[in-house]
């Protein structure tokens, strides 16, 4: 099932799960560029329709309407004007399909025609994004009804500070222009509102500098209206040293087609001196803290989002066990209960909450991507056979030859069969929650394993000064890892734990005897018994506190660790601050959410009033990933080839390369610090003796 229709159907879950919002229902539409001295209702009589209906479909025409402004009407109109600057002759078209990184602007400035004009004969276009493959009729005997040399534009205004919607028109004609005392390149483009590369082209022999008397051609616009309008609604930036078309776009909050609209010599590339138009107040507007993103690569770290080389359309397919089937049949009341019993449901609703918020962040970013949503329609009894053949009918009975990238299924089997029925066409398959994978060559596995936590705590581990006073607690079920900390610590002392009819525990004598009072204790225990945490973690919290022995204040430095964090940890049979006490560390594939992520939080909470679950802090944060990849290489699998790691929210991704395809060797120390925060502990390489 198709991205829209998941959407529709998840409307009924909105109130209860608060995880997505309502989608409009999208009909064909046909535009009208307003002229000079028309109003609303002036273009409803001429439409046949009424003011009420554009207002619905134009919300900024209640404020303010002029001339330049495209507004959508409803297709079922008489049109009795002649829309969108066009002329009334019969046209004849060409099919043109889409290539890899084309989008509409580029398309409308490639053929001279406008793109509400391409939108007016291809629909669909109103409501879905170019994706490459695509075909679309194109007039070939449009004649614009403004005419004017190439490559020389002049922006009509938008109609607010927040809005960078632009129409542009051609320049009708040059014009001289004596340059006056002290004028540069610099204020000439900015008083004609061009940048120094336009100017630049309008006067080929003008070398580097300008001089006083000298008379070059500009556009022949009036002036000082032009200069007023840029005043009031430009700012102007000149490109930098070291500027990118990501920190520019991060800089003005513009998307990338923006920004070439306001600016048109982009297209030939970002060069140093470019003096580029942007709307005022949008400098500094957008803030990253939600976007965390870094390369270590040769021990050195950049962004990867300034790295991005590929601004095409990501085309991604999710793949998440709605059971869609079910929740049509029922009544709210059902589907609430629904919520409140199917684990795996509210698993995929929260994920996919988080997905969308990433897709529109990257956006922001110039990163525009095709989404489409299949449902796995998981359902229990039905067995792992059956659920998997579902998989097997959406990948058999859907076009994925264009697919980037498939996040998704969710479950261990599902993912297994659709890694294996997309090997043959290269597309990779992102495992997105579980551990319980066989893998395969195009299978990119984003949970780290319990055994890379391990290691990488024994790697932490063996940081640690050898004369601490090291003491290792485990039960019989993690032998190995104890075997492990013993080589690590020959000389550790080990406590056994007892049995007991409620589960294992110790006697008080048991811990007592083997902590030191004048040397650090390192305390390493590997169970997920959750009677004997308890005991371990309450009785070791004792012995820290200051005891009085005689008239000897006594206190005993004391940290606690594991190699792997069990759900035992999440009972409330265990005192949270007696491990805030304890300075506990462990392993963890996520991180906590701290100030830095405070824009995504708000983000979040803003658009769904609740505040984000791991899973979709998880959604958000593989899918940002996904789409940086795809637009910083060629690929996934050619964005693992450089090494880098990357970091948002709560989750870092570094993948190596195995017979089992790739799996993410990225992963935190944690340790519990005041007021039971959780903080990343940074790990420096043990040094060889």
């Given at each position: 099932m198709k991205k829209v229709i998941v959407l529709g159907i998840m409307m009924c879950f909105f109130a209860f799960a608060k995880a997505f919002a309502t989608p409009s229902v999208l009909q064909e539409f046909v535009s009208h560029q307003v002229k000079d001295g028309e109003t609303v209702y002036s273009i409803s009589k001429a439409y046949g329709v009424s003011e009420k209906e554009i207002y619905k479909l134009n919300p900024d025409a209640k404020s303010s309407v002029y001339?330049?402004?495209?507004?959508?009407?409803?297709?079922?109109?008489?049109?009795?004007?002649?829309?969108?600057?066009?002329?009334?002759?019969?046209?004849?078209?060409k099919t043109h399909k889409v290539k890899r990184k084309e989008t509409l602007y580029s398309i409308s400035r490639n053929y001279n025609v406008p793109e509400d004009v391409l939108k007016k004969h291809n629909k669909q276009l109103y409501s879905q994004t170019l994706?490459?493959?695509?075909?679309?009729?194109?007039?070939?005997?449009?004649?614009?009804?403004?005419?004017?040399?190439?490559?020389?534009?002049?922006?009509?205004?938008?109609?607010?500070?927040?809005?960078?919607?632009?129409?542009?028109?051609?320049?009708?004609?040059?014009?001289?222009?004596?340059?006056?005392?002290?004028?540069?390149?610099?204020?000439?483009?900015?008083?004609?509102?061009?940048?120094?590369?336009?100017?630049?082209?309008?006067?080929?022999?003008?070398?580097?500098?300008?001089?006083?008397?000298?008379?070059?051609?500009?556009?022949?616009?009036?002036?000082?209206?032009?200069?007023?309008?840029?005043?009031?609604?430009?700012?102007?930036?000149?490109?930098?040293?070291?500027?990118?078309?990501?920190?520019?776009?991060r800089e003005f909050n513009l998307k990338a087609d923006d920004l070439l609209a306001l600016n048109p010599a982009l297209d030939d590339g970002l060069k140093e001196g470019m003096i580029l138009k942007v709307p005022k107040g949008s400098a500094g507007a957008i803030s990253t803290q939600n976007t965390q993103v870094s390369i270590n690569q040769n021990a050195g770290k950049v962004s990867l989002a300034d790295s991005i080389t590929d601004y095409s359309v990501k085309n991604i397919a999710i793949m998440l066990p709605f059971g869609l089937k079910r929740a049509t049949a029922d009544t709210a009341d059902v589907r609430k209960n629904m919520l409140k019993r199917d684990r795996v449901l509210r698993l995929a609703l929260d994920f996919h909450s988080g997905v969308l918020m990433a897709v529109k962040d990257a956006e922001k970013i110039g990163i525009n991507s095709n989404v489409t949503v299949y449902d796995t329609d998981y359902v229990r009894k039905d067995g792992s056979a059956t659920n998997a053949r579902k998989v097997e009918n959406i990948i058999n009975s859907n076009d994925f030859s264009n697919t980037d990238a498939v996040i998704g299924p969710m479950l261990g089997f599902n993912v297994d069969r659709a890694a294996s029925l997309l090997l043959t066409k290269g597309i990779p398959v992102v495992s997105p929650l579980t551990q319980r994978i066989s893998g395969g060559l195009n299978v990119f596995q984003t949970r780290p394993s319990d055994e890379l936590l391990r290691a990488k705590m024994m790697d932490y581990l063996e940081t640690l000064s050898k004369d601490n006073n090291v003491i290792i607690i485990a039960d019989t079920k993690n032998s190995g890892a104890k075997s492990k900390l013993k080589a690590l610590f020959p000389n550790a002392k080990e406590v056994a734990p007892r049995k007991g009819d409620n589960g294992m525990f110790l006697y008080g004598d048991d811990i007592t005897a083997k902590i030191s009072d004048t040397k650090p204790n390192i305390v390493i225990v590997e169970t997920n018994d959750i009677p004997l945490i308890s005991n371990v973690t309450t009785k070791l919290n004792t012995l820290r506190s200051s005891e009085v022995e005689g008239e000897t204040m006594i206190k005993r430095d004391i940290n606690l660790f594991t190699t792997f964090r069990g759900t035992a940890y999440d009972s409330d049979e265990?005192?949270?601050?007696?491990?805030?006490?304890?300075?506990?560390?462990?392993?963890?594939?996520?991180k906590e959410y701290d100030e830095t992520s405070s824009a995504f939080i708000e983000a979040y909470e803003t658009k769904y009033n609740i505040t984000p679950s791991t899973e979709a802090i998880r959604g958000y944060d593989?899918?940002?990933?996904?789409?940086?990849?795809?637009?910083?290489?060629?690929?996934?699998?050619?964005?693992?080839?450089?090494?880098?790691?990357?970091?948002?929210?709560?989750?870092?991704?570094?993948?190596?390369?195995?017979?089992?395809?790739?799996?993410?060797?990225?992963?935190?120390?944690?340790?519990?610090?005041?007021?039971?925060?959780?903080?990343?502990?940074?790990?420096?390489?043990?040094?060889?003796?």
């Open positions: 001339e330049g402004l495209v507004l959508i009407l409803p297709s079922t109109t008489q049109s009795v004007a002649n829309p969108v600057g066009g002329n009334g002759d019969d046209l004849k078209f994706r490459k493959g695509d075909k679309i009729k194109i007039p070939t005997n449009y004649k614009n009804n403004t005419d004017g040399p190439v490559g020389i534009s002049v922006i009509t205004p938008p109609k607010d500070d927040n809005d960078t919607t632009a129409v542009v028109k051609n320049v009708s004609e040059s014009i001289d222009y004596t340059v006056q005392a002290k004028e540069t390149k610099y204020g000439i483009a900015r008083k004609y509102g061009i940048t120094i590369a336009q100017l630049e082209q309008m006067n080929p022999g003008m070398g580097a500098g300008l001089k006083e008397g000298a008379t070059i051609q500009v556009p022949n616009i009036k002036t000082e209206k032009q200069a007023v309008i840029d005043q009031a609604q430009y700012s102007f930036y000149e490109v930098k040293k070291g500027n990118t078309m990501y920190s520019l776009l265990i005192q949270h601050t007696h491990l805030m006490n304890l300075n506990f560390h462990f392993p963890s594939m996520e593989i899918m940002m990933d996904t789409l940086l990849r795809l637009g910083y290489a060629q690929d996934l699998f050619q964005s693992v080839s450089s090494g880098l790691e990357t970091q948002y929210v709560e989750n870092k991704f570094q993948y190596a390369k195995s017979s089992k395809g790739f799996y993410n060797t990225a992963a935190y120390i944690m340790k519990y610090e005041e007021n039971l925060l959780l903080k990343e502990v940074e790990v420096i390489p043990a040094k060889d003796e």
